[in-house]
Protein backbone atom coordinates (compact mmCIF):
# COMPACT_ATOMS: atom_id res chain seq x y z
CA UNK A 1 0.00 0.00 0.00
CA UNK A 2 2.91 2.68 1.02
CA UNK A 3 4.62 1.45 -2.51
CA UNK A 4 1.64 2.27 -4.55
CA UNK A 5 1.23 5.82 -2.74
CA UNK A 6 4.88 6.49 -3.35
CA UNK A 7 4.37 5.89 -6.85
CA UNK A 8 1.20 7.95 -6.98
CA UNK A 9 2.93 10.78 -5.23
CA UNK A 10 5.99 10.98 -7.62
CA UNK A 11 3.93 10.92 -10.49
CA UNK A 12 2.20 13.77 -9.43
CA UNK A 13 5.16 15.81 -8.51
CA UNK A 14 6.51 14.55 -12.29
CA UNK A 15 3.33 15.57 -13.96
CA UNK A 16 3.41 19.03 -11.97
CA UNK A 17 6.90 20.01 -13.40
CA UNK A 18 5.63 18.83 -16.92
CA UNK A 19 2.48 21.21 -16.90
CA UNK A 20 5.26 23.87 -15.50
CA UNK A 21 7.21 24.07 -18.46
CA UNK A 22 4.60 23.60 -20.74
CA UNK A 23 4.71 27.32 -21.40
CA UNK A 24 7.21 30.01 -22.78
CA UNK A 25 9.01 33.15 -22.54
CA UNK A 26 9.52 36.33 -24.24
CA UNK A 27 12.62 38.52 -23.39
CA UNK A 28 13.71 41.85 -25.18
CA UNK A 29 14.54 45.31 -25.07
CA UNK A 30 13.91 48.39 -26.64
CA UNK A 31 16.64 50.81 -27.81
CA UNK A 32 16.49 54.34 -29.40
CA UNK A 33 18.07 53.78 -32.97
CA UNK A 34 19.76 57.03 -32.74
CA UNK A 35 22.23 56.38 -30.02
CA UNK A 36 21.49 53.21 -28.88
CA UNK A 37 20.06 54.10 -24.88
CA UNK A 38 17.40 52.23 -23.68
CA UNK A 39 13.85 53.15 -24.08
CA UNK A 40 12.58 52.86 -20.19
CA UNK A 41 8.62 52.54 -19.56
CA UNK A 42 7.66 51.90 -23.92
CA UNK A 43 4.14 50.16 -23.90
CA UNK A 44 4.57 46.51 -25.54
CA UNK A 45 1.88 44.45 -26.44
CA UNK A 46 1.89 40.98 -27.39
CA UNK A 47 -0.75 40.30 -30.09
CA UNK A 48 -1.90 36.69 -31.60
CA UNK A 49 -4.52 36.22 -34.66
CA UNK A 50 -5.15 40.07 -34.39
CA UNK A 51 -6.61 40.22 -30.73
CA UNK A 52 -4.52 41.56 -27.97
CA UNK A 53 -2.77 38.50 -25.66
CA UNK A 54 -1.43 40.93 -22.92
CA UNK A 55 0.71 43.73 -22.17
CA UNK A 56 3.81 45.47 -20.27
CA UNK A 57 6.30 48.29 -19.76
CA UNK A 58 9.68 48.56 -20.31
CA UNK A 59 12.08 48.96 -17.05
CA UNK A 60 14.35 51.82 -16.64
CA UNK A 61 17.11 49.43 -18.91
CA UNK A 62 14.78 49.37 -21.95
CA UNK A 63 14.19 45.56 -21.42
CA UNK A 64 10.67 43.38 -21.23
CA UNK A 65 9.51 40.32 -20.24
CA UNK A 66 6.23 38.39 -21.32
CA UNK A 67 5.87 35.09 -19.05
CA UNK A 68 3.89 31.92 -19.24
CA UNK A 69 2.68 32.02 -22.81
CA UNK A 70 1.24 28.84 -24.64
CA UNK A 71 3.60 27.95 -27.52
CA UNK A 72 2.57 29.73 -30.99
CA UNK A 73 3.40 32.36 -32.90
CA UNK A 74 3.02 36.28 -31.73
CA UNK A 75 3.42 39.45 -33.00
CA UNK A 76 4.77 42.42 -30.47
CA UNK A 77 3.65 46.04 -31.18
CA UNK A 78 6.07 48.47 -29.04
CA UNK A 79 5.10 52.34 -28.67
CA UNK A 80 7.07 54.89 -27.25
CA UNK A 81 6.37 58.77 -26.93
CA UNK A 82 7.73 61.08 -29.29
CA UNK A 83 9.06 57.91 -31.43
CA UNK A 84 7.80 55.83 -34.43
CA UNK A 85 5.44 52.25 -33.33
CA UNK A 86 7.41 49.37 -34.40
CA UNK A 87 5.45 45.88 -35.39
CA UNK A 88 7.63 42.38 -34.80
CA UNK A 89 5.91 39.58 -36.54
CA UNK A 90 6.13 35.79 -36.26
CA UNK A 91 7.90 35.53 -32.99
CA UNK A 92 7.78 31.76 -32.53
CA UNK A 93 7.44 30.76 -28.71
CA UNK A 94 8.02 26.92 -28.30
CA UNK A 95 6.98 24.85 -24.59
CA UNK A 96 9.71 25.67 -21.67
CA UNK A 97 11.82 27.92 -23.62
CA UNK A 98 12.76 31.60 -23.15
CA UNK A 99 12.67 33.39 -27.09
CA UNK A 100 14.70 36.29 -26.99
CA UNK A 101 13.78 38.90 -29.38
CA UNK A 102 16.06 41.03 -31.45
CA UNK A 103 16.73 44.29 -29.93
CA UNK A 104 13.70 46.45 -31.17
CA UNK A 105 15.27 49.74 -32.38
CA UNK A 106 12.64 52.81 -32.56
CA UNK A 107 13.26 56.36 -34.55
CA UNK A 108 12.67 58.97 -33.16
CA UNK A 109 8.94 60.66 -34.66
CA UNK A 110 9.20 64.44 -34.15
CA UNK A 111 9.13 65.05 -38.28
CA UNK A 112 6.02 63.58 -38.01
CA UNK A 113 4.46 66.75 -36.19
CA UNK A 114 2.83 69.11 -37.62
CA UNK A 115 2.56 72.95 -36.96
CA UNK A 116 -0.15 74.46 -35.79
CA UNK A 117 -1.72 78.19 -35.86
CA UNK A 118 -3.19 80.26 -33.24
CA UNK A 119 -5.94 81.98 -35.34
CA UNK A 120 -7.55 83.49 -32.89
CA UNK A 121 -6.82 85.25 -29.25
CA UNK A 122 -9.19 87.07 -27.14
CA UNK A 123 -8.30 89.27 -24.23
CA UNK A 124 -9.44 88.01 -20.72
CA UNK A 125 -12.39 89.52 -18.88
CA UNK A 126 -10.74 90.12 -15.58
CA UNK A 127 -7.00 90.67 -15.89
CA UNK A 128 -4.93 88.49 -13.45
CA UNK A 129 -2.20 91.38 -13.66
CA UNK A 130 -3.51 94.21 -13.21
CA UNK A 131 -2.34 95.33 -9.47
CA UNK A 132 -3.87 98.98 -9.96
CA UNK A 133 -7.31 99.81 -8.71
CA UNK A 134 -9.90 100.97 -11.43
CA UNK A 135 -10.49 100.42 -15.12
CA UNK A 136 -12.69 100.27 -18.15
CA UNK A 137 -15.64 97.77 -18.83
CA UNK A 138 -16.74 98.27 -22.11
CA UNK A 139 -20.69 97.37 -23.15
CA UNK A 140 -18.99 94.26 -24.98
CA UNK A 141 -17.87 93.65 -21.34
CA UNK A 142 -21.20 93.52 -19.82
CA UNK A 143 -22.37 91.54 -22.58
CA UNK A 144 -19.77 88.22 -21.60
CA UNK A 145 -20.75 88.78 -17.81
CA UNK A 146 -22.88 86.24 -16.45
CA UNK A 147 -24.33 89.09 -13.86
CA UNK A 148 -25.19 92.45 -15.40
CA UNK A 149 -26.02 94.08 -12.31
CA UNK A 150 -24.30 97.40 -11.29
CA UNK A 151 -22.70 95.25 -8.40
CA UNK A 152 -21.47 92.90 -10.19
CA UNK A 153 -20.16 94.89 -12.76
CA UNK A 154 -18.01 97.02 -10.30
CA UNK A 155 -16.91 93.98 -8.55
CA UNK A 156 -15.01 93.12 -12.38
CA UNK A 157 -12.39 96.20 -11.62
CA UNK A 158 -9.67 95.77 -9.82
CA UNK A 159 -9.49 97.18 -6.44
CA UNK A 160 -13.69 96.18 -5.80
CA UNK A 161 -14.55 93.43 -3.91
CA UNK A 162 -18.30 92.33 -3.49
CA UNK A 163 -19.48 90.92 -0.36
CA UNK A 164 -20.82 87.28 -0.35
CA UNK A 165 -23.74 87.43 2.28
CA UNK A 166 -26.43 88.22 -0.07
CA UNK A 167 -26.26 92.20 0.58
CA UNK A 168 -24.76 92.92 -2.41
CA UNK A 169 -22.83 95.82 -0.42
CA UNK A 170 -18.87 96.06 -2.45
CA UNK A 171 -15.72 97.14 -0.63
CA UNK A 172 -13.59 99.75 -2.43
CA UNK A 173 -9.80 99.43 -1.81
CA UNK A 174 -10.64 97.54 1.60
CA UNK A 175 -13.07 100.53 2.61
CA UNK A 176 -16.42 99.21 3.90
CA UNK A 177 -19.83 100.47 2.89
CA UNK A 178 -21.62 102.65 4.90
CA UNK A 179 -24.47 100.64 5.96
Known amino acids: MLRKLAVLVSMLFAFSFA???SNGT???RMLDKGNGEPLPFANVVLMKGGSQVTGTMTDFDGKFTFTALPPGKYEIQATYVGYQAIKVNDVVVNS???TF??????ASG???LEE???IDYEVPLISKD???SGGIVT???IKKMPGRSATSIAATVGGVYEKDDGTNDLNVRGARSAG
Open 130 to 132: QTS
Open 19 to 21: IAQ
Open 139 to 141: AED
Open 110 to 112: SEN
Open 96 to 98: GKI
Open 116 to 118: FVV
Open 26 to 28: IKG
Open 101 to 106: VPDIKA
